[in-house]
């Protein structure tokens, strides 16, 4: 059977005593975390306490009680909910048989999995790097049994025995690689910013539906899959809206609560794609029922990436799923859709269109008939209204909407009547 080649995991939380709702959700969402990851939970073992235990995370006596759960299921992997430092890791280490493993490495091997790019590949190897160089004294003798499986895959896992000097040299030279896909980027962007495309940029909660909308809304053939951070590297595609103009649109990898800060730096050249932004569709998962917390975990997100004050629209997705105590948020504009139903996706199209217009500004020209390219880019480059031929003068009559910085914009005034 399939399912019997999954490695199984308990997972352990320790719960602070003000957050109990929180605790569960992000108790939750490590299991969904690790299914993502191929594994197989068996038991989840957690203990409320003031502070998190500083040398074992969870309390002795807790402690005592893994160890028993441990002979008795025999997992493979024992996932803590948190980022243990490297002594609580070494002193965990010496209790237990499975091997033990944080969020963090957890996550940061889910997109050891998800990264296609190079960019993606470097950028999930740095953050590994990052993590492991710390955690790296005197731990030949358990790095030495890491083997393979969840959270040894990826760029990162070679080499985990080499000396701190090998991965510094590494660490270094991956950041100059990634230096130079940023200037390149840098590149292309002002190559946009002159030619001046709008731009539309999705975020939102991992598994919001983010790739889903991408693909039928663009031209496009983003991964696609019902699983946390299945998209990881940024993607851009023209998307046409009803009036005929092209705008650009670009799906980014999913946000997460207690998204390790390692993967948030070495994220952020990927989301200064997003900052770039005209406009910003926030896709949110109506049929979840924390939806509201993953809400607020993204606008989090945006705030730390200097991005609040941006055009918004906060799309809710999974209408034909809704859950029973969805309220959408009356404070900001919205709209309710289902990324798999046709009528849905062209409401949203109009939305967009309108909030574009919002961004531009009304012209109204009379084109001789012999300017025959400048009309063509008009459409192309343009919001139109009205195209009328008026035969006695030989010129068109043209009403539209356009980006003043756009370069387009000179030739416009020269037409003005």
């Given at each position: 059977m399939k399912n019997d080649s999954r490695e199984k995991v308990i997972l352990v939380g320790c719960q602070l005593e003000e957050d109990d709702l929180r605790f569960q959700y992000s108790l939750g969402e490590l299991k969904e975390l690790t299914e993502t990851a191929q594994g197989k939970v068996v038991a989840t073992l957690f203990q409320k306490r003031d502070r998190i235990h500083p040398s074992t995370y969870i309390g002795k006596g807790k402690v005592e009680e893994l160890v028993l759960l441990e002979e008795q299921l025999e997992p493979d992997i024992i996932i803590f909910n948190d980022e243990l430092s490297p002594s609580q890791i070494r002193n965990l280490s010496k209790d237990l048989d499975a091997r033990v493993i944080d969020r963090t490495q957890l996550i940061l091997d889910i997109f050891a999995q998800r990264a296609r790019s190079r960019e993606g590949k470097l950028q999930v190897e740095l953050a590994q790097l990052q993590y492991l160089l710390p955690r790296l004294i005197g731990q030949g003798a358990s790095l030495s049994r890491l083997g393979g499986g969840i959270g040894t895959r990826g760029p990162g896992e070679t080499k985990l025995e080499s000396d701190r000097r090998h991965i510094r040299r590494r660490i270094d030279d991956i950041k100059g690689q990634l230096q130079t896909i940023v200037e390149h980027r840098e590149r292309y962007r002002e190559r946009r910013k002159r030619n001046k495309t709008f731009q539309v940029a999705l975020v939102g909660y991992t598994n919001a539906g983010k790739s889903t909308l991408f693909n039928r809304i663009s031209i496009a053939d983003s991964f696609e899959e019902n699983q946390l951070f299945a998209t990881l590297d940024p993607m851009t595609r023209k998307m046409v809206i009803p009036s005929g103009y092209t705008t650009l649109l670009t799906d980014t990898v999913g946000f997460i609560q207690d998204l390790p800060t390692s993967l948030v730096a070495a994220f952020r050249s990927t989301l200064e794609e997003v900052k770039e932004a005209d406009l910003l569709l926030h896709i949110v998962d109506s049929s979840n029922p924390d939806y509201k917390q993953h809400e607020e975990t993204v606008q989090s997100l945006l705030k730390d990436l200097d991005m609040i004050g941006m055009p918004q629209l906060t799309v809710y997705n999974k209408s034909?799923?809704?859950?029973?105590?969805?309220?959408?948020?009356?404070?900001?504009?919205?709209?309710?859709?289902?990324?798999?139903?046709?009528?849905?996706?062209?409401?949203?199209?109009?939305?967009?269109?309108?909030?574009?217009?919002?961004?531009?500004?009304?012209?109204?020209?009379?084109?001789?008939?012999?300017?025959?390219?400048?009309?063509?880019?008009?459409?192309?480059?343009?919001?139109?209204?009205?195209?009328?031929?008026?035969?006695?003068?030989?010129?068109?009559?043209?009403?539209?909407?356009?980006?003043?910085?756009?370069?387009?914009?000179g030739s416009i005034k020269k037409f003005q009547p």
């Open positions: 034909d799923l809704i859950h029973h105590e969805f309220v959408p948020d009356s404070d900001s504009e919205r709209i309710i859709i289902s990324a798999l139903n046709d009528n849905d996706r062209n409401r949203l199209l109009q939305k967009i269109e309108e909030i574009v217009k919002r961004q531009m500004s009304i012209y109204h020209v009379l084109i001789p008939a012999h300017e025959g390219k400048l009309l063509s880019q008009l459409k192309q480059e343009t919001i139109l209204t009205k195209l009328e031929f008026i035969e006695e003068a030989q010129q068109y009559e043209l009403t539209g909407y356009n980006l003043e910085d756009h370069p387009i914009a």
